[in-house]
């Protein structure tokens, strides 16, 4: 074989070589291409499709007060809720109710026997969550100092009252009844204000505050349903209320309930509706108390609650 025929199968070999990875580096730059022009194009859908709006959470007031109700509103687009929200706090779960189209309330407890500082909460809505940070404020409360008088600082509950009682505090009624602020239910001066601490006969009552606001009325004075609601509890001394006396429990709906104690006279019945101002009993001296009055204990899911921004303010 000349050396002709061999430098020309050389270079015949060569340029071969250099077609061939041109033609598979066109091959890799036409696929690059396309890849790229389904990226732009899945880009560009996904800019053009309007997202999900995120929840949008309103807390009120802005800055509470241990004993305060939080208001806790949320508000989304219509058709994005795949179920009804809720919002989680320290392991407990508050329900959320419609009060208007595509907008729900749950409400929030705080007590004086709580630390003040940030609660860390969350609102779920389907696959939607929303994390909260409220900040509680301290409240200083009064001390008070009580004696009983004799027979009546001995007296303990019967389980039947500790039963019913428990049982009211615990309804959760998904229909409102109220409209509005409430009304005082009764015309005497307020003689103990919620929060109190209290000393009874010397003896400082652990882990306990007035669970309500006290009305210094008369004996017989009419006492007024605060708001709208049902009748879920009616108890008296003769049944074993010993510690309340004669009450009357109101269910307000969506976990908001108020109990009258102490009564006199009782005037409506279990599974009545009343109307704010209707007049359910009178009051009275019955079971724990050092004189008549009226007490009145409003409470949210189970836990007692100031009464006076339901009054001034309400929540609607």
């Not at 939080?70 to 179920?83: A, H, L, M």
């Amino acid at each position: 074989m000349s050396n002709q025929y061999r430098a020309h199968n050389f270079w015949e070999l060569v340029n071969f070589g250099r077609n061939h990875r041109q033609f598979k580096l066109k091959r890799l730059i036409s696929f690059l291409s396309i890849g790229l022009a389904v990226v732009i194009a899945i880009a560009s859908t996904t800019l053009s499709t309007p997202a999900v709006s995120a929840l949008q959470v309103q807390v009120s007031p802005t800055n509470p007060k241990l004993g305060d109700t939080i208001s806790v509103v949320i508000e989304q687009e219509p058709g994005t809720f795949s179920n009804t929200p809720a919002v989680k706090l320290q392991q407990k779960t508050y329900p959320a109710f419609a009060v208007a189209p595509n907008r729900f309330r749950a409400m929030l407890p705080t007590t004086p026997l709580e630390q003040p500082g940030v609660r860390q909460f969350q609102v779920v809505a389907g696959d939607q969550v929303r994390n909260i940070a409220v900040k509680v404020s301290d409240r200083s409360f009064p001390i008070q100092r009580i004696n009983l008088p004799p027979g009546k600082s001995g007296i303990n509950a019967t389980q039947y009252e500790l039963d019913r009682v428990a049982e009211f505090k615990k309804l959760v009624t998904s229909q409102k009844y109220w409209n509005g602020p409430f009304t005082r239910p009764n015309k005497g001066r307020i003689s103990a204000i919620y929060g109190v601490r209290r000393y009874y006969n010397g003896k400082f009552a652990k882990d306990y505050y007035h669970r309500g606001v006290d009305y210094a009325g008369g004996v017989g004075s009419p006492i007024f349903a605060p708001a709208s609601g049902r009748v879920a509890l009616v108890g008296t001394v003769s049944q074993g209320f010993r510690i309340h006396g004669n009450i009357v429990g109101i269910d307000h709906g969506q976990g908001v309930t108020s109990a009258f104690l102490h009564l006199s006279r009782i005037d409506v019945k279990e599974g009545d509706m009343v109307k704010p101002g209707q007049v359910i009993g009178a009051v009275g001296a019955t079971g724990a108390v050092t004189g008549p009055h009226l007490h009145w204990g409003l409470y949210v899911h189970g836990e007692s609650v100031d009464p006076v921004p339901w009054r001034e303010r309400g929540f609607n």
